[in-house]
């Protein structure tokens, strides 16, 4: 899985944190419960004594199964005990146990070998505010993505229709490298950021690292990386991700300023990631002409040659929705 490593880094720190800390506390307040409770050290003290002979019995062979049930009730004698000691003295029963957020994998992050969901959860979260649209995928997602507004002309909806199929096969079946490239291209208004956010959301949902950006936004970046005199870390967006990240999705190229700097970075981006076979999302209100005219070959021919186009059809939501108000 491809997640964010700068995510992973971060979260795994905080579980060993976690994990540290409940370890801490529980030694804390056994020290306090055994200065403050009579007779619950010397019960504690016992119930090593009974663990050991566990193992004991069980490196011994021989009858063991007998042998077992008998240091268990022992050791259910003790517990309970311990228990009556503790809550004479006040103190909740579990007072001294070791308390984790998360039970299934004692705040380990890893349960039987395997990432727990509390993990995987905190990576999604993480995911979602490193993407750079966290509140846009609160809002703009596959379940609020309607063909509705492309029904008034059945060949606007089928183009839609299969727009939508395309983006959504896309965004399931998608992996680390080698699931291609899509262009949006279309007018304004027909919902090709919505679609962008919709893949970014699920893709980060399945654990890939997802980056999105506006093309002036990338351009910007380059030129801080450029000017600020080399390794550029200011708004914590390195330009680096633009290169490793699971899947880049630009919007709205053609609305950043078109130069020779500006166009060697988005080249630069383009042919790294198609090396790579790392996947880019483009969203373009420019027409094939237009972008033709506007980009060197060298970059119109890849994205062309390469990328899946899918042209946006129907009439501005933006403006059916203010319409509908
Ligand atoms: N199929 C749809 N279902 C629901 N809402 C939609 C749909 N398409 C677009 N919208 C909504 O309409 C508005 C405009 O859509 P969006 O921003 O995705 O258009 P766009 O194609 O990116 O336009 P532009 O080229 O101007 O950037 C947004 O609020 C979006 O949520
Ligand atoms: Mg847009
Ligand atoms: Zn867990």
Redesign the pocket.
Known sequence: MGYNKENFRRIREAFATKYRTARERADRRLEEAWAAVPGLREADIELSRVGLEIMKAISAGGDTAAMIAKIRVRNEELQAKRSKLLRAAGYPADYTDLQYDCPACCDSGYADGVMCECMRRELIIAGCESSGIAQLMREQNFDNFTLDYYSSNIKHYEIMENVLTTAFRFANGFSEVGSGNLLFIGG??LG???L?SAVAKRVIERGFDVLYVSAQGLISDFERERFGGGSYSGDGRDVGRYFYCDLLIV??LGAEVTNQFTVSCLYNVINTRLNLRKSIII?T?LSKKELESRYAERITSRIFGEYKILAFAGTDVRRQKLSQK
Request: proline share 0%.
């Open positions: 304004t208004g090709k950021t919505h962008s919007d709205d969203s209100n």
